[in-house]
DNA sequence: GTCTATATTTGGATAGAC
DNA sequence: GTCTATCCAAATATAGAC
């Protein structure tokens, strides 16, 4: 359909180069039909060359799709360590990392769905690595409610389980979010981070913590915009 | 590898109906690989027939997809109907909504794995109809959350996300849950009911309620075992 | 770097015998 | 109800000219 070259006229008032175009395309296919719902003569059209040239960049299909991964994962991890290294205490950590993650799922949300469902498309070398770097990011949230747990800030009863519900519920943001709804990103992030300080009874001197009281460096709450 | 008909035998001693092993087959391999990645012959192949006598069950690929989808999308509407009409109060009904779902989630992750993952490959015109079940089932939440806010029960900013946020939450557990843990399920279900709760911050004359003071009717705890 | 043309495999689905 | 054999479209990827 040319959507892709015509689309980047429009935008830009030149053509960009097929690379960045071919990329584009296979992270909008791949969220909205699938990676293996995707054939690569429909990448190829959406950034407006022919397979032949689209080989010329990509060795196979599968690369674009850990090309997407990789851009989700560690860019996500990379925050979370700054925020660990930046942050002192457990519910602000915690809050910071929610901040970032929802509004970081909320502007990659083609990348974010992909990453999400489609690791069972992967080859099993390459899935054991996304694997691995995925359970890196989890394991600092982990470590992070457990560690207010440890020191009596936040209140649960698993700190395991319940890290791991509330990644699955900030990353379903990229599954629904819509540019055009009344919240503005930031305020959406803050009230993940608050319905998160909730559900982990996060208080200080026997009185909860809400997200707005918190006072948190700018790029901890990920408004940095270098994705 | 034909893993469908000796499993059969090994747990009945006979062979069971073709029907029900393509229906087991396609629903393990379609959460496995995907619907897109499953070819026809594998279904077949793990049902122990070939692909003419699946055709003579099946008029499509699509179809199997589509009964596991009802199979998934039904009876969670009809429980939660169940729960609002036998169940009064907001935190009691949060409560049976969560742990069923939960329980539910956890006792069907192949279905409701496949259910929440592959609506995108489904047909545009019955895709329609899939999504339009899911908002009836969603609807019961938003409305749920949104009397308990009404009724001063909840303390949250907006409900139709809260709603959101809970559900994804719920969801996630078809995807991380494994039987062999410490948990049973009524205790894990119990627990994500726990983490709801305070996270929509019930409470009853100014005490935060908890999932195990709350007395519900064991039906609405979804422990009734006919699925 | 991009093209036309094509090799090769696999996909869903069917025909017709038993 | 199940089989063997097969149709035909679509898949990924490549060859070789410009």
Not at 129 to 135: H, Q
Not at 184 to 191: G, H, K, N
């Amino acid at each position: 359909m040319r959507a892709g070259r015509s689309e980047t006229l429009r935008r830009t008032g030149r053509v960009r180069p097929a690379d960045g175009r071919i990329r584009d395309a296979s992270v909008r296919l791949f969220a909205q039909k699938g990676f293996q719902g995707t054939g690569i003569r429909e990448i190829a059209a959406e950034a407006g060359v022919t397979t032949a040239a689209l080989y010329h960049y990509v060795d196979t299909k599968e690369e674009l799709l850990l090309d997407i991964m990789y851009g989700v994962l560690d860019p996500l991890a990379a925050a979370a360590r700054r925020i660990v290294n930046e942050v002192d205490r457990p519910e602000a950590r915690l809050s910071a990392l929610v901040e970032h993650h929802v509004w970081f799922h909320a502007t990659n949300q083609l990348a974010t769905v992909v990453t999400d469902t489609e690791i069972r498309s992967l080859g099993s070398e390459v899935r054991a690595d996304v694997i691995a770097r995925r359970d890196v990011y989890e394991a600092i949230w982990r470590s992070v409610v457990a560690d207010g747990v440890a020191d009596g800030t936040f209140r649960v009863d698993d700190p395991r389980i319940t890290a791991i519900a509330i990644l699955q519920m900030c990353t379903g943001v990229a599954h629904w979010y819509r540019p055009t709804g009344p919240l503005t990103l930031t305020r959406l992030s803050r009230r993940y981070a608050d319905l998160v300080l909730s559900m982990v009874r996060a208080a200080r001197g026997g009185v909860p913590v809400r997200a707005d009281t918190l006072e948190l460096p700018s790029p901890a709450r990920g408004l940095d915009a270098h994705v």
